[in-house]
Every structure is written in structure tokens, then in C-alpha cells.
């Protein structure tokens, strides 16, 4: 009887550090990643919240999505959107995904390849905006994601220039393609240069010195050529810039970023 007791009383003093224990602990990972955030690390706190992740058993529960939401938003903040936008794409897929991930995934498409030309990120833009749609209105914020969607799809986007009326006005005038997209220094350069070649091609040919004739003919091809394809290149960046710019006039109008760490930023 004395050592039931015994054993009964011990287990009854550890019984408070099993409860109580692991909770703390948990609560120690969560405050040591949101300390790693708030100071930038966030490469170390993706760590210490999937530790947290590890820690809470019901991977269902609303701790569980918030952990997940919040190494979202570390690799937004570490540059990382590549990798934010994959865990995204899974999460909504998830029936008892929060409306919050849609809203980060928008987000992550908008910027996941904003350093490329805009033609080629339509793909992205289409898809940020069909994310954007799946948020109920009753989300926080979300009046500023439907206004930014509306004043998206009543745009029209112009194209100032056409990249083939460039190629062809520098086929027939060297460099006045380039002059038809604004850039005249670089049209008057490729003017200069490609008639000096055809000219100098022409008097070594009239003095009958073919391969000087053949030299000078070359470089003027080549030239020619060049302006041609810089007078279209000059278009399509043209096109992209505005494309860009208007993108980037519709974000700053409705806020529509994640800025870590910033209490002014709505997401």
C-alpha cells in the first residue's frame, strides 16, 4: 500500500509538467519565430514555424494554418515567391483552407516574375486575378482586391507601337524605327553607321578592290540587320513599360502588396 502511495504521489507531481510542459514549449518556438520575423531573419523562422507546425498535432487546426500562412509570408518577405506560390497552389486546394491564402496567392503571382518583360507574365496576372475572386467579401481587406480586379478588367490596355510598322520603317530608312519609338539618338547612330559602310562598300567596289569592298559590305549588312532588330526590340520594350506601369498604377491605387513588417501594409 505505502508503495502505491508512493508511486500515486509521484506520478501525480510529474502529472502538471505532461500537461503543461509541451504547451509551453510550443508557445516559446511560436515566440522565437515571430521574434526572428519581426528582425528579418526569415529563413530562421521558417524554421522555427515549421518546428511550431511539427509541434501541434492537428494539422487542421486553425494554429496549424496560421503556422503554414506564416512560412508563406517569410519566403515572401525573403524573395522567395517562386516557393511561396507552390505552397499556395496546394493549400487552396485544401477545402478548409482560410480565404487568406487566396489573397497571398494573388499576391505571389503578381510578383512571382515581376523582373520579366510584361508579355510574358499575362499568365501570371490572369491567375493572380482569378485568386482574387475566391475571397469572400466578408475577408479583411478584401473591397480593395475587388476594386483593384474591377478597374483591371474595365482597362484597356493600348500598344503605342507595333513592333512589325517599327522593323519596316527601319528596313526602308535605317533607324527610322528606331526614331518611330522615341529613340533618335540610337536611330541616328544606326543611320550614320550603316551608310557609311554602304557607301564606303560602294567606292572600294567602283575602285575594283573586292575584298575591301566585300569587308565594308559585310559590316553594312550586319548593321542593317542590327537596326532592324533593335527597332523592334525598342517596341516591345515600349509596350512592356507601359504595360508595367499601368500594372504598377493599379497596385499603388488600391495597396494590393505585402510589405513585411510594415504597419501600414494591409496584407
Same mark, same amino acid.
Given at each position: 500500500?505505502?508503495?502505491?502511495?508512493?508511486?500515486?504521489?509521484?506520478?501525480?507531481?510529474?502529472?502538471?509538467?505532461?500537461?503543461?510542459?509541451?504547451?509551453?514549449?510550443?508557445?516559446?518556438?511560436?515566440?522565437?519565430?515571430? !521574434?526572428?520575423?519581426?528582425?528579418?531573419?526569415?529563413?530562421?523562422?521558417?524554421?522555427?514555424?515549421?518546428?511550431?507546425? $511539427?509541434?501541434?498535432?492537428? %494539422?487542421?487546426?486553425?494554429?496549424?494554418?496560421? &503556422?503554414?500562412?506564416?512560412?508563406?509570408?517569410?519566403?515572401?518577405?525573403?524573395? +522567395?515567391?517562386?516557393?511561396?506560390?507552390?505552397?499556395?497552389?496546394?493549400? @487552396? /486546394?485544401?477545402?478548409?483552407?482560410?480565404?487568406?491564402?487566396? @489573397?497571398?496567392?494573388?499576391?505571389?503571382?503578381?510578383?512571382?516574375?515581376?523582373?520579366?518583360?510584361?508579355?510574358?507574365?499575362?499568365?501570371?496576372?490572369?491567375?493572380?486575378?482569378?485568386?482574387?475572386?475566391?475571397?469572400? %467579401?466578408? +475577408?479583411?481587406?478584401?473591397?480593395?482586391?475587388?476594386?483593384?480586379?474591377?478597374?483591371?478588367? /474595365?482597362?484597356?490596355?493600348?500598344?503605342?507601337? $507595333?513592333? !512589325?510598322?517599327?522593323?519596316?520603317?527601319?528596313?526602308?530608312?535605317?533607324?527610322?524605327?528606331?526614331? $518611330?519609338?522615341?529613340?533618335?539618338?540610337?536611330?541616328? $547612330?544606326?543611320?550614320?553607321?550603316?551608310?557609311?559602310?554602304?557607301?564606303?562598300?560602294? /567606292?572600294?567596289?567602283?575602285?575594283? /578592290?573586292?575584298?575591301? &569592298?566585300?569587308?565594308?559590305?559585310?559590316?553594312?549588312?550586319?548593321?542593317?540587320?542590327?537596326?532592324?532588330?533593335?527597332? @523592334?526590340?525598342?517596341?516591345?520594350?515600349?509596350?512592356?513599360?507601359?504595360?508595367?506601369?499601368?500594372?504598377?498604377?493599379?497596385?499603388?491605387?488600391?495597396?494590393?502588396?505585402?510589405? %513585411?513588417?510594415?504597419?501600414?501594409?494591409?496584407?
Amino acid at each position: 500500500m505505502e508503495r502505491f502511495l508512493c508511486v500515486f504521489s509521484v506520478v501525480v507531481c510529474l502529472l502538471p509538467f505532461n500537461l503543461f510542459g509541451e504547451p509551453a514549449s510550443h508557445q516559446k518556438t511560436w515566440g522565437y519565430a515571430e !521574434s526572428l520575423y519581426q528582425e528579418g531573419e526569415y529563413f530562421r523562422a521558417i524554421t522555427e514555424f515549421k518546428r511550431a507546425l $511539427y509541434q501541434e498535432q492537428n %494539422p487542421k487546426s486553425p494554429l496549424a494554418w496560421s &503556422a503554414r500562412l506564416w512560412i508563406i509570408k517569410s519566403y515572401l518577405a525573403g524573395g +522567395e515567391g517562386k516557393k511561396a506560390s507552390k505552397l499556395l497552389a496546394v493549400a @487552396v /486546394q485544401e477545402p478548409e483552407a482560410p480565404p487568406v491564402y487566396w @489573397v497571398y496567392l494573388g499576391i505571389a503571382r503578381l510578383d512571382r516574375h515581376k523582373l520579366q518583360p510584361f508579355s510574358l507574365r499575362t499568365k501570371d496576372i490572369k491567375q493572380a486575378i482569378a485568386a482574387f475572386k475566391k475571397v469572400p %467579401p466578408t +475577408e479583411a481587406n478584401a473591397i480593395y482586391l475587388h476594386d483593384f480586379v474591377e478597374d483591371w478588367e /474595365q482597362s484597356t490596355l493600348e500598344t503605342p507601337y $507595333y513592333p !512589325s510598322l517599327a522593323g519596316g520603317l527601319s528596313a526602308v530608312i535605317p533607324g527610322a524605327g528606331s526614331g $518611330y519609338t522615341g529613340r533618335w539618338v540610337e536611330g541616328a $547612330y544606326a543611320f550614320l553607321i550603316t551608310t557609311l559602310f554602304s557607301a564606303a562598300a560602294l /567606292q572600294t567596289s567602283q575602285a575594283h /578592290q573586292p575584298a575591301l &569592298a566585300t569587308l565594308f559590305g559585310s559590316f553594312g549588312l550586319a548593321f542593317y540587320g542590327g537596326n532592324i532588330y533593335a527597332a @523592334v526590340n525598342s517596341a516591345h520594350k515600349s509596350n512592356d513599360l507601359v504595360g508595367t506601369k499601368h500594372l504598377q498604377t493599379l497596385r499603388q491605387k488600391h495597396g494590393i502588396f505585402f510589405t %513585411p513588417n510594415q504597419p501600414v501594409s494591409r496584407f
